[in-house]
């Protein structure tokens, strides 16, 4: 019996074989596109082509490690091998084939390498600009770095990454180095704790990190002595595990001396003593012998002189007129001060002044600046007696006299030399003086009953008796 021929859908027919060429088909895979399948109308190859890609063109583009852009090149050459195998079968020259993988491949390949050989060019010059030390060249180089860069070069974009946080850290570094150059302690020890950890954490950028710390030693002379003296106080303390950064004990042996000197000149102009004579010692301490020397010598001396004179005058002030000196209970030396010498000596007088207005002039000194003695007198208490004769009240209260015995002032005196401290005088002398006047006066204490006269009563000294009495201490 007759059968009609089975109908089949076109899309059920077996297509027709079609030529390939093998070279077409590699070419095209080394797109990394899939073209060489769609050229042997493989299509899920190609899909699956495009989505390994993907994944590998994502890897490239945030882990940029180099076993990645290893898989990178085995998928690319498997690709390539793959296609040629499987249009090996039945395989043949198509001249149209092979233009489209060209017209596909080619593009992407050299933009590939165009790729690769910008970011080769911009590491040329990052490695350059590490080997000078220089963050400028650097930076300007990797900010022309892209997607693109890093999907065909990653590992080489992260190690420009690297360079610019180095960078980023030295910069930050470099300001607080900067803000240390006025002192401040805390300022230097961040900026050194940066400058280490460039050191540990981004091995090759050792230039970068000398020339960050070379300006910083350049401006270490500064303007202001105490400044570079607490900078240099600070470097000498520092010790860096990393030995480029123990260059600064050049500097400060170089610069320190004449900051200690100076700083101190500074203090002392602003009356600083203490502080002025901290830094004068501290030079002498580490540097003596060397040019400044003499200066900071000179500078101890005027310090120590000037804190003495104002213990002396703090001791001194308020004391006139008062029975109490502190001074004469805790003498102190003021090393400027006159020698105690034969011939008469310049004295400051304190204490009780009642015996001590008629002094010669010639005697007093005008402060403890100019004075050889510091002589406290103490309170008079009578002495010998020297006569004793009657008085009659005017008041009529008491008809017969009362007896009233005249005695000699004794005046203690103690006296300091001012140059030493030392106490050169503990004496007691005797003042004489007239005595029996015919007229005496005492006084009444408010209502009470007149009762006569003291029963004992000073002598009456001339000026040359209180001058003899004193001179022993102040000629002696």
């Known amino acids: ?34 073209v060489g399948y769609l050229l042997l109308k493989r299509r899920g190859l190609a899909v699956f082509t495009w989505l390994v890609t ?65 970011a080769a060019t911009i590491e040329d010059t990052v490695t350059d600009a590490r080997a000078s030390g220089d963050c400028a060249p650097a930076l300007a180089a990797l900010d022309r770095l892209w997607l693109g860069h890093r999907v065909t070069n990653g590992p080489l974009t992260v190690r420009g990454e690297r360079t610019v946080e180095a960078c980023h850290r030295l910069s930050n570094a470099a300001d607080s180095l900067s803000t240390g150059l006025a002192g401040d302690d805390s300022a230097l020890q961040a900026g050194f704790s940066t400058l280490s950890s460039v050191l540990g954490d981004f091995p090759g950028h050792e230039k970068m990190v000398g020339k960050t710390l070379d300006n910083f030693l350049s401006g270490v002379p500064a303007k202001n002595p105490c400044e570079i003296a607490t900078v240099t106080d600070w470097l000498r303390g520092h010790q860096s595990a990393y030995n480029e950064l123990n260059r600064s004990a050049e500097v400060v042996a170089r610069t320190a001396p004449a ?39 000179e500078g101890v001396r005027k310090v120590t002189l000037a804190i ?88 009529g209260l008491r008809g017969f006299p009362t007896d009233v015995t005249f005695k000699k002032i004794v005046i203690p005196i103690r006296a300091y030399e001012l140059r030493t401290g030392a106490l050169v005088a503990d004496a007691r002398p005797e003042v004489g ?44």
């Open 1 to 34: 019996m007759d059968l009609a021929p089975e109908y089949r859908p076109d899309f059920l027919a077996a297509p027709e074989p079609a030529p390939h060429d093998p070279l077409a088909v590699a070419i095209g895979n080394a797109s990394l596109l899939g």
């Open 54 to 118: 993907l994944a590998l063109v994502i890897m490239l583009a945030t882990v940029r490690e180099v076993w990645v852009e290893i898989t990178v090149l085995c998928w690319w050459l498997l690709s390539i091998a793959h296609g040629w195998f499987l249009a090996a079968k039945d395989g043949s020259r198509v001249g149209w084939q092979r233009a489209i993988a060209v017209l596909v491949a080619v593009p992407v390949l050299v933009s590939v390498g165009l790729f690769r050989l910008g």
């Open 259 to 297: 900051a200690l000197v100076g700083c101190g000149d500074h203090y002392l102009a602003l009356n600083s003593l203490e502080l002025a004579r901290a830094r004068y010692q501290q030079y002498l301490d580490r540097y003596r012998g060397q040019n400044f020397t003499p200066k900071a010598e």
């Open 308 to 395: 003495e004179l104002s213990t002396v005058r703090g001791l001194l002030a308020g004391a006139y007129g008062t029975s109490e000196l502190s001074y004469c209970r805790n003498p102190a030396k003021y090393s400027g001060a006159p020698s105690y010498a034969k011939g008469p000596n310049r004295v400051l007088m304190y204490g009780d002044t009642a015996y001590t207005g008629s002094l010669p002039a010639e005697w007093r000194a005008p402060g403890p600046e100019d004075a050889a003695l510091i002589v406290c007198v103490g309170k008079a208490e009578y002495g010998t007696p020297v006569r004793t004769c009657p008085y009659t009240s005017k008041s």
């Open 433 to 476: 003086g007239t005595s029996c006047p015919q007229t005496i006066h005492y006084t009444r204490y408010g209502l009470s009953a007149d009762l006569g006269p003291p029963s004992e009563m000073y002598v009456t000294p001339s000026d040359a008796d209180i001058k003899a009495a004193f001179a022993g201490v102040v000629s002696p």
